[in-house]
T-cell receptor
């Protein structure tokens, strides 16, 4: 079983749609959680850290459910520029080892 | 932009050769982590450097080695290159080594081994 699992998609949605990505992690001792965005052949860019209380940044909302070991990302009012791969990332301990999911591909169409 | 830089951008090497990749961390960051990303996969942790010492290592053989310099920049060295080493190599810098520190990635070096 992979440490971080995501549905690879692709998710094809029209502009203006709301789309949700889910991610599960296997290590209950995981400490920190993040969503990164990666454009084709570019580096991952930090989208947001995910806190137990949930957090929101504009059109993006992230939720963490520690009991179910589940992380989600909600994108409202999708834009063409949101088209990218979204990586769910977990840090298990006191080292800098980030564990990445395979990524979920989003394609927003006009 | 994150302020993390990497060189070179692209590199083509032959199997068995050695390669050195370089990374400069963002201002104010003292920790550098290296990742390997194969096509269609998420990045895989290679190792992390803090205070010029290795601070954690992923499941990579000893032919992957690194250095960190007093100015916090870092090198990744790979000896005896294999075809499977072809990948995007990413470095990330952070303010510290703890789990809560956010890591910011450089643009990567795309290595092709023929």
């Amino acid at each position: 079983r992979k440490e971080v699992e995501q549905d690879p998609g692709p998710f094809n949605v029209p502009e203006g749609a709301t789309v949700a990505f889910n991610c599960t992690y296997s290590n209950s001792a995981s400490q920190s959680f993040f969503w990164y965005r990666q454009d084709c052949r570019k580096e991952p860019k930090l989208l947001m850290s995910v806190y137990s209380s949930g957090n929101e940044d504009g059109r993006f909302t992230a939720q963490l459910n520690r009991a179910s070991q589940y992380i989600s990302l909600l994108i409202r009012d999708s834009k063409l520029s949101d088209s990218a791969t979204y990586l769910c990332v977990v840090n298990n301990g006191n080292t800098g080892k980030l564990i990445f999911g395979q990524g979920t591909t989003l394609q927003v169409k006009p | 932009e994150t302020g993390v830089t990497q060189s070179p951008t692209h590199l083509i090497k032959t199997r068995g050769q050695q390669v050195t990749l370089r990374c400069s961390s963002q201002s104010g960051h003292n920790t550098v982590s290296w990742y390997q990303q194969a096509l269609g996969q998420g990045p895989q942790f290679i190792f992390q450097y803090y205070r010029e010492e290795e601070n954690g290592r992923g499941n990579f053989p000893p032919r992957f080695s690194g250095l960190q310099f007093p100015n916090y920049s870092s090198e990744l060295n790979v000896n005896a290159l294999e075809l499977d080493d072809s990948a995007l190599y990413l470095c990330a810098s952070s303010r510290g080594t703890g789990a809560s520190y956010e890591q910011y990635f450089g643009p990567g070096t795309r290595l092709t081994v023929t």
